[in-house]
């Protein structure tokens, strides 16, 4: 029998375009709900595409009814909104099939800052100091209770939406403009230290694989997404993340960020995002045991003691996203990436999709399109 995978994306992310070819190449058969513009079908490895309601209370019907009626082996829900949205309607009898996470008693932490933070401290998983804004009512508390600096996160958001960090009372005082009224946010310790994202992958609580690295650029400020990136092997963060991974009963692929304090050499977690991201898939050039290997394990039923040492082919090895990274230098009009590029100076060439023309195509297309509009957009400017 065959391992059945449904992939449902309902707002048109980027990230999940290179889904389905590391599903398919670890044996799975691999059905996408999505609308025809997705990006989730600019790629040639689904074999099924099934069409998306717009509205999302249709949408969100139809997905629960395709799961019972096909009994899926895994559903991967592959943008933010998509789990939040859906975290607000599954019940008990459909969220260990449909949710990135298995125990129903943890559905607080998905796709709320305050719910993670909650259940960090429940479950004794270091994570910095917190706690909810409302109005100025709550401003002693902050002064009282947390270490600055201090970040202030929307309670629901994700890529850095209206994040900003005060080093000091007085700076967070004068930044409360910047806070959107009638918004849940959270304000939370800032851990001065090396930030470490982990690109990992868990099956029915079980750490399957993971990778971890170090930003090298970013596509605005440092809490927007990362379009390169230098992967290392670090073995003092596997027992944190089996444990992570048994706590909140993970099953997706999952973006991790920790930040290490060296003083008190603690590794703090910051985030815990279970949906696929675009890097996962260039994990075939970090490691030997990469995340096609171990879809294989998870469709051949390998769970117990299946994780490997991740086996990094050198110290250190630098990953660019081709599509993101390119979006960058034509905003940031970054030419020494651009030299690099196109003189292939660290190799980047490899990072291009050309094993599958569909893509290629699509990012081609959208690249040439953000061209046009950029210049249209100056040209108007030039002429007011």
Same mark, same amino acid.
């Given at each position: 029998? &065959?391992?059945?995978?449904?992939?449902?994306?309902?707002?048109?992310?980027d990230?999940?375009?290179?889904?389905?070819?590391?599903?398919?190449?670890?044996?799975c058969?691999?059905d996408v709900?999505?609308?025809n513009?997705?990006?989730?079908?600019s790629?040639?490895?689904y =074999?099924?595409?099934?069409?998306?309601?717009?509205?999302?209370?249709?949408?969100?019907?139809?997905?629960?009814?395709?799961?019972d009626?096909?009994?899926?082996d895994?559903?991967?829900?592959?943008? =933010?909104?998509?789990?939040g949205?859906?975290?607000?309607?599954?019940?008990?009898e459909?969220?260990?099939?449909? *949710?990135?996470?298995q125990?129903?008693?943890k559905?607080k932490?998905?796709?709320?800052? %305050?719910?993670? &933070?909650?259940?960090?401290?429940?479950?004794?998983?270091d994570?910095?100091?917190?706690?909810?804004?409302?109005?100025?009512q709550d401003?002693?508390?902050?002064?009282?209770?947390?270490?600055? $600096?201090?970040?202030?996160?929307? +309670?629901?958001?994700w890529?850095?939406? =209206?994040?900003?960090?005060?080093?000091?009372m007085?700076e967070?005082?004068?930044?409360?403009?910047k806070?959107?009224?009638? !918004?849940n946010?959270?304000?939370?310790?800032?851990?001065?230290?090396?930030?470490?994202?982990?690109?990992?992958?868990?099956?029915?609580?079980?750490m399957?694989?993971?990778?971890?690295?170090?930003?090298?650029?970013?596509?605005?400020?440092?809490?927007?997404?990362s379009t390169?990136r230098?992967?290392?092997?670090? %073995?003092?963060?596997?027992?944190?993340?089996?444990k992570?991974?048994?706590?909140?009963?993970l099953?997706?692929?999952?973006?991790?960020?920790?930040r290490?304090?060296?003083?008190?050499?603690?590794?703090? @977690?910051?985030e815990v995002? $279970?949906?696929?991201?675009s890097? *996962?898939?260039?994990?075939?050039?970090?490691?030997?045991?990469?995340?096609?290997k171990?879809?294989?394990?998870?469709?051949s039923?390998?769970?117990?003691?299946?994780?490997?040492s991740?086996?990094?082919l050198?110290?250190?090895?630098e990953v660019?996203?081709?599509?993101? =990274?390119?979006?960058?230098? @034509?905003?940031?009009?970054?030419? !020494?990436?651009i030299?690099?590029?196109?003189?292939?100076?660290k190799?980047y060439? %490899?990072?291009? $999709?050309?094993? +599958?023309?569909?893509?290629?195509?699509?990012?081609?297309?959208?690249?040439w399109?953000?061209i046009?509009?950029?210049?249209?957009?100056?040209?108007?400017?030039k002429?007011?």
């Amino acid at each position: 029998m &065959s391992f059945k995978v449904l992939v449902a994306c309902y707002s048109n992310w980027d990230s999940c375009a290179e889904v389905p070819f590391m599903l398919k190449k670890g044996g799975c058969t691999v059905d996408v709900f999505c609308s025809n513009k997705s990006w989730l079908i600019s790629n040639k490895y689904y =074999d099924n595409r099934i069409e998306s309601p717009v509205e999302l209370v249709h949408y969100r019907k139809v997905l629960i009814d395709l799961v019972d009626k096909n009994k899926y082996d895994w559903v991967i829900l592959a943008d =933010d909104g998509l789990i939040g949205y859906m975290n607000e309607v599954v019940q008990i009898e459909h969220f260990s099939k449909i *949710m990135p996470i298995q125990d129903i008693s943890k559905r607080k932490m998905l796709s709320s800052k %305050k719910g993670f &933070s909650e259940i960090c401290q429940e479950n004794k998983i270091d994570t910095p100091g917190f706690i909810i804004y409302n109005n100025k009512q709550d401003l002693e508390l902050i002064s009282n209770s947390l270490t600055f $600096p201090v970040i202030n996160k929307l +309670d629901f958001s994700w890529g850095g939406t =209206d994040m900003f960090i005060s080093h000091t009372m007085e700076e967070f005082e004068s930044n409360l403009h910047k806070i959107p009224e009638n !918004k849940n946010v959270i304000i939370q310790e800032y851990i001065k230290g090396e930030e470490i994202r982990v690109d990992a992958l868990f099956y029915k609580g079980e750490m399957m694989a993971y990778f971890s690295s170090n930003v090298l650029q970013v596509s605005a400020n440092e809490f927007s997404y990362s379009t390169q990136r230098s992967y290392y092997e670090n %073995k003092d963060i596997d027992p944190l993340l089996r444990k992570i991974g048994k706590t909140l009963k993970l099953n997706s692929f999952v973006n991790i960020c920790f930040r290490y304090d060296i003083l008190k050499s603690i590794y703090y @977690l910051i985030e815990v995002d $279970p949906r696929p991201n675009s890097w *996962m898939p260039y994990s075939r050039f970090i490691g030997r045991y990469h995340f096609i290997k171990a879809i294989e394990k998870i469709v051949s039923g390998q769970l117990e003691n299946s994780f490997n040492s991740m086996e990094i082919l050198k110290e250190r090895v630098e990953v660019a996203l081709f599509y993101k =990274d390119l979006h960058r230098i @034509l905003w940031q009009k970054d030419m !020494k990436s651009i030299m690099i590029w196109l003189l292939n100076l660290k190799g980047y060439w %490899k990072f291009i $999709p050309i094993y +599958d023309l569909n893509l290629s195509k699509r990012i081609v297309n959208e690249l040439w399109n953000q061209i046009i509009m950029y210049y249209v957009r100056k040209l108007i400017g030039k002429n007011k």
